[in-house]
């Protein structure tokens, strides 16, 4: 079993940064991927970004690319969303997940969620 704990959401004003944390714990050797999705109520979840757990390659949605930078403290076993520039439309709560898929990360192969932390944007 792999338990994440995200923490460093908040509020913030539009232009601003914010970063999320997401500690892992447990059999981290058995994580293929490891990445954020955020949901707002009434609306899908929706992937954010990704990154290998081994390799360090990493993707990202659309809509946050040049935004938003994911990456790994190898020695902490954390991985962070340094997220720049936010806009109001980024406001979510923000699921850290993991997967042990050989596949790239998506909602249907999570494995593992954190409890999510909330990220709002004022205008």
């Known amino acids: 079993q792999v338990q994440l704990v995200e923490s460093g959401g908040g509020l913030v004003q539009a232009g601003g940064s914010l970063r999320l944390s997401c500690a892992a714990s447990?059999?981290?050797?058995?994580?293929?991927?490891v990445g954020w999705f955020r949901q707002v109520p009434g609306k899908e979840r929706d992937f954010v970004a990704a990154?290998?757990?081994?390799?360090?390659?990493?993707n990202y949605a659309e809509s946050v690319k040049g935004r938003f930078t994911i990456f790994r403290d190898n020695a902490k076993n954390t991985v962070a969303l340094q997220m720049n520039n936010l806009k109001p439309d980024d406001t979510a709560v923000y699921y850290c997940a993991a997967d042990r898929s050989a596949e790239p990360l998506r909602d249907a192969s999570v494995d593992y969620w954190g409890q999510g932390t909330q990220v709002t944007v004022s205008s």
């Open positions: 990154m290998a757990w081994n390799s360090g390659s990493s």
């Open positions: 447990g059999r981290t050797s058995s994580i293929s991927h």
